[in-house]
């Protein structure tokens, strides 16, 4: 036995998202997400200690990478981030490079000049949070090392 966490299979669109990231060294040209910036986040389980992957959007902005935990306006924070909180140690794909990071939510000043940048950029992240009561974290992707 090892003592290797298993990676359970993203959903189909994800893996389909995951997998035209790969073959076009991170940046997809078709489909919904075309021309968006997007990265591909390792996560341990927070319960399972199971190895995740997910694809989502991210901004760079003054050489720090973003995420946000929108969950597209849902009431509830995506397990992506319930597991990142529980374990901040992180691998990040990104434009064909991987490397290990550690995720680091914002505090709520810089939380929101983050958060309006990318709404600005990409208005349906406005509309994510207006859609729900939660206030939707960002968290700085730290390269490790």
Known sequence: ?????????????NRQVIDALRASGGALSEGPFAGAPLLVLHTRGRRSGRAYENPMMY????????????RAGHPDHPDW?????????????RGGET?????????????????????????????YQRQT????????LVPAG
Do not use: K
């Not at 036995?1 to 669109?13: A, L, Q, V």
């Not at 981030?81 to 374990?87: D, G, Q, S």
């Open 59 to 70: 901004l760079e902005l003054e050489g720090r990478v973003y995420v946000f935990a929108s």
């Open 1 to 13: 036995m090892t003592d290797t966490p298993t990676r359970p299979e993203p959903s189909d669109f």
């Open 81 to 93: 981030y319930l597991n990142l909180v529980a374990h901040p140690e992180v691998t990040v794909e």
């Open 133 to 140: 009561t939660r206030v939707i974290p960002v968290v700085e």
């Open 99 to 127: 490397y290990p990071a550690r995720a680091v939510p914002l505090e709520e000043g810089e939380r929101a000049r983050v958060y309006e940048l990318q709404s600005e950029a990409y208005p349906q992240f406005a509309d």
